[in-house]
């Protein structure tokens, strides 16, 4: 069964070190997401991708925060500066094309503790 | 904004009884879906069962089933014959009619105990 892979699974950095998460959702899958998890809370929608195009970006901290689709199909999300405050989880997720489509699977996440 | 609560941060079932989680969520819109996802630990979420706000039938997926009340704005989810596996984190989630963006609440640790 296709599943969505991101690495590294775990990343331990230093306050104003810049972090970068990826993702590889499932073949085929046009749009793909970048949620942030803190410890006690539900999933934060943080960028979607329609292909290469950023479609919402509203709630992603652009002065630190980056993310890029290049080719339509993996995704790396950067940070930089990191800051204590990003200490979470980062799932990505990936749906079928579609602007309706309203399945998303889940990647097994990327775990960033900044000390 | 549309928002989804979760008041029940942990629950425990006896493995083979039954349990429900409680859901509700504020909107103004009349049509959207709303979901419940499994995050067991250290391990990716899953789609547990999904409900379109214009069905009145509530969604049944073998052992899980919702109660959708649209007008108390309530979505809760039960599990009958509770096993071990179920044990894990379950989130509500909200989505408008048009989009794809999800709304989680904060979600609810369920314990089965043998």
């Known amino acids: 069964e296709a599943e969505v892979a991101q690495s590294p699974r775990y990343k331990i950095t230093e306050k104003s070190q810049a972090v970068a998460f990826w993702c590889d959702p499932i073949s085929g899958h046009a749009t793909l997401y970048w949620y942030r998890q803190i410890l006690g809370q539900g999933p934060e929608l943080l960028v979607q991708?329609?292909?290469?195009?950023?479609?919402?970006d509203s709630q992603l901290p652009k002065d630190r925060f980056s993310a890029e689709r290049l080719k339509g199909v993996d995704s790396t999300l950067k940070i930089q500066p990191a800051e204590l405050g990003d200490s979470a989880m980062y799932l990505c997720a990936s749906s079928p094309s579609g602007y309706n489509s309203d399945t998303q699977y889940f990647g097994p996440g990327t775990r960033l503790t900044v000390l | 904004a549309q928002t989804v609560t979760q008041s029940q941060p942990e629950m425990s079932v006896q493995e083979a009884e039954t349990v429900t989680l409680s859901c509700t969520y504020d909107t103004s819109e009349s049509d959207y879906y709303l979901f419940w996802y499994k995050q067991p630990p250290s391990r990716q979420m899953i789609l547990v069962i999904r409900?379109?706000?214009?069905?009145?039938q509530n969604a049944t997926e073998n052992r899980f089933s919702v109660n959708f009340q649209k007008a108390a704005k309530s979505f809760s989810l039960k599990i009958s014959d509770s096993q071990l596996g179920d044990a894990a984190m379950y989130f509500c989630?909200?989505?408008?009619?048009?989009?794809?963006?999800?709304?989680f609440g904060a979600g609810t640790i369920l314990r089965v105990k043998s």
């Open positions: 991708f329609q292909d290469e195009s950023v479609v919402d």
């Open positions: 989630a909200y989505r408008r009619e048009y989009g794809n963006k999800l709304v």
């Open positions: 409900q379109e706000a214009y069905k009145q």
